[in-house]
């Protein structure tokens, strides 16, 4: 009942930056938080950064501190995913995620997943 879907990701240079997109559509939406998360090749997902919808509150994985930026609109029912000096470390499937736990960095803390958006970062 609950869809999320990312959008934006594709193939950049070493530097520049790339804006994701997650949309949550539902009957009757009530998670409390939404996060990103990725899935490098090889490597089990890793947590990236999430933010409560009630207030905006956000929280970073030291990894991309700093450089990405999540962020939500004022309908609470789309996330973004700023991304900048991107560098090929990064290359991943990204996914994003809903779930009732706040400030959660843990995949099995979330309810709702999409199917991921694929990044490559090449050098």
């Known amino acids: 009942q609950v869809e999320l879907v990312e959008s934006g990701g594709h193939l950049v240079r070493t530097g520049e930056s790339l804006r994701l997109s997650c949309a949550a559509s539902g009957r009757n939406f009530n998670m409390n938080s939404m996060a990103w998360f990725r899935q490098p090749p090889g490597k089990e997902r890793e947590f990236v950064a999430t933010?409560?919808?009630?207030?905006?509150?956000?929280f970073y994985a030291d990894s991309v501190k700093g450089r990405f930026t999540i962020s939500r609109d004022a309908a609470q029912n789309t996330v973004y995913l700023q991304m900048s000096n991107l560098n090929p470390e990064d290359t991943a499937v990204y996914y994003c995620?809903?779930?009732?736990?706040?400030?959660?960095?843990?995949?099995?803390?979330?309810?709702?997943w999409g199917q991921g958006t694929q990044v490559t970062v090449s050098s």
């Open positions: 995620a809903a779930g009732l736990y706040v400030m959660a960095d843990q995949a099995r803390q979330y309810r709702y």
């Open positions: 933010l409560r919808l009630s207030d905006a509150t956000t």
